[in-house]
């Protein structure tokens, strides 16, 4: 098992653009939840899905938006990138609603030139 | 609103001594504790949550309520410790059902 996975591994994008950002969650886990991570900072949640809905979200404006597909992966979508976008984006899946510690993946580290 | 304190950046000690990594959390409800570690070139992973009770490479923490503590002790500590640790609560229920915040992390470097 590879546990979770995400793609892509690093991306470039410049102000204004539109990314988006993929995760596979570890075998078994139905719940996936999404963090940034800033150089030098903890992660801060962003949402959380299940059963294809977002159930938590932290506090991150509606460009941050994602969806989360009937095989349990999930995508991150932002729009109108700004500089301070540029960030470790990681997911992390987990059973039941979030009940089950959360298993993270590698991250995606987005630059926004 | 819940946070997670970690006062010390950086954490130095040498190898067989203890070592111990504070952690301080605010939260109005029911918590559940972790502690989260990133080794060098690898991607963060549990290293124990308190409802479970585990002892994971030696390290334990207990949950002091009184003092709204989490802190992560080992009596002996090993070079492959050395990582980035975070302190990470969610709620028992309630809106902060599986949303988890961390604190800032602690950079452990055990010396030879």
């Known amino acids: 098992d590879a546990g979770v996975t995400q793609s892509p591994t690093h991306l470039i994008k410049t102000r204004g653009q539109q990314v988006t950002l993929r995760c596979s969650p570890k075998s078994g886990h139905d719940t996936v939840s999404w963090y940034q991570q800033a150089l030098g900072q903890g992660p801060q949640f962003i949402f959380q899905?299940?059963?294809?809905?977002?159930?938590q979200r932290g506090n991150f404006p509606d460009r941050f938006s994602g969806h989360q597909f009937p095989n349990y992966s999930s995508e991150l979508n932002v729009n109108a990138l700004l500089l301070g976008d540029s960030a470790l984006y990681l997911c992390?899946?987990?059973?039941?609603?979030?009940?089950?510690?959360?298993?993270f993946g590698d991250g995606t580290r987005l630059s926004i030139l | 609103a819940q946070r997670v304190t970690q006062p010390e950046k950086l954490l130095s000690v040498f190898k067989g001594a203890p070592v111990e990594l504070k952690c301080n959390y605010s939260?109005?409800?029911?918590?559940?504790l972790f502690w989260y570690v990133q080794y060098s070139r690898q991607r963060l992973q549990l290293l124990l949550r308190h409802i479970s009770r585990e002892s994971i490479k030696g390290f334990t923490a207990d949950l002091n309520k009184g003092e709204t503590s989490f802190h992560l002790k080992k009596p002996f500590a090993q070079e492959e410790d050395s990582a980035m640790y975070y302190c990470a609560l969610s709620g028992l229920g309630g809106t902060s059902y599986g949303k988890l915040t961390f604190g800032q992390g602690t950079i452990l470097t055990v010396h030879p």
């Open positions: 899905y299940y059963e294809e809905e977002e159930r």
């Open positions: 992390a899946s987990s059973t039941r609603g979030g009940v089950q510690p959360q298993h």
């Open positions: 939260y109005s409800g029911s918590p559940e």
